[in-house]
């Protein structure tokens, strides 16, 4: 897969074998797989087009949506805050166009996995279309629910972007090594409570909200100020001490809960630093 930057900054990412036709012109398909990254090419309009090596977050930006995905800055908290990386094992609810379980496959790399679930028959296959453009084998899309069980064991993390996650709080449980994540992005305010409350029953810890502030600046010859066009929507993540993990996005009004599993004799530590 190679990625083409023209002279407007917009980029494209090709597959191999791909003739690139845009407004500026056409580039055939042999003069692009030759390329290197680095090197330019010309259309036939004689534009000049730059080859760039793509990273999933170029992909991601130009791949088919359907439906509204979550943005870098919470799915940078989820992978930070869990410490995902080489070989987890990660099941992701709620696939929709599938930018979170991409960035959970290119995290856990090719010894980890990815199990995906998604009700809805179009969007798993709109998920499925763009994981294999990417060209990444560690994703599998299951067009499924995950409320109807939970297919695997010795999961690292557990991700649900779903209404009234916490029904299925007890199969998380079993599914979860110890360890384990369990982190829930929800709407409304008292879903992330009633997880809370619940997860906390069950035997969930380190449980807190987090408010995450994301403002860009502009660079104008007059001075730098912030974009105002992002105020509104600039409030993510609540941040709340309760001893377990939640986090909150406020710019479109979700919530994103984190919490680990909790055992008495692995994580004594935890027992004796936190009050419960």
Request: hydrophobic letters at 40%; aromatic letters at 12%.
């Amino acid at each position: 897969m190679k990625m083409i930057l023209d002279e407007r900054g917009k980029k494209y990412v090709l597959k191999p074998g791909q003739e690139f036709q845009s407004d500026l012109g056409i580039i055939k398909a042999d003069v692009l797989d030759s390329a290197e990254v680095g090197d330019e090419v010309k259309s036939h309009l004689d534009h000049t087009f730059k080859i760039m090596k793509p990273n999933i977050n170029d992909f991601i930006d130009i791949m088919d949506r359907r439906c509204s995905i979550l943005l870098q800055k919470d799915i940078g908290q989820v992978l930070a805050h869990t410490g995902l990386g080489a070989g987890s094992r990660v099941v992701d609810a709620g696939t929709g166009a599938g930018a979170i379980a991409l960035n959970f496959g290119n995290v856990v790399g090719p010894e980890g996995q990815v199990f995906t679930y998604e009700i809805r028959e179009d969007f798993a296959e709109v998920a499925r279309k763009n994981i294999d453009n990417f060209g990444i084998t560690n994703i599998e899309v299951k067009n499924k629910n995950i409320k109807e069980g939970i297919d695997e064991d010795k999961i690292d993390l557990i991700f649900l972007d779903l209404p009234k996650p916490f029904g299925i709080f007890e199969d998380v449980l079993e599914s979860l090594n110890v360890g384990g994540w369990l982190c829930v992005y929800a709407p409304y305010i008292d879903q992330a409570e009633i997880s809370y409350r619940i997860a906390k029953k069950l035997g969930f810890y380190d449980i807190e909200i987090i408010e995450l502030l994301e403002r860009g600046l502009e660079v104008r010859q007059q001075g730098v100020r912030p974009k105002h066009v992002w105020l509104a929507i600039a409030d993510t993540w609540y941040l709340q001490e309760n001893y377990s993990y939640y986090l909150v996005d406020f710019s479109y009004n979700y919530f994103t809960i984190f919490l680990k599993k909790f055992n008495y004799f692995s994580y004594n530590l935890h027992l004796i630093c936190k009050s419960r």
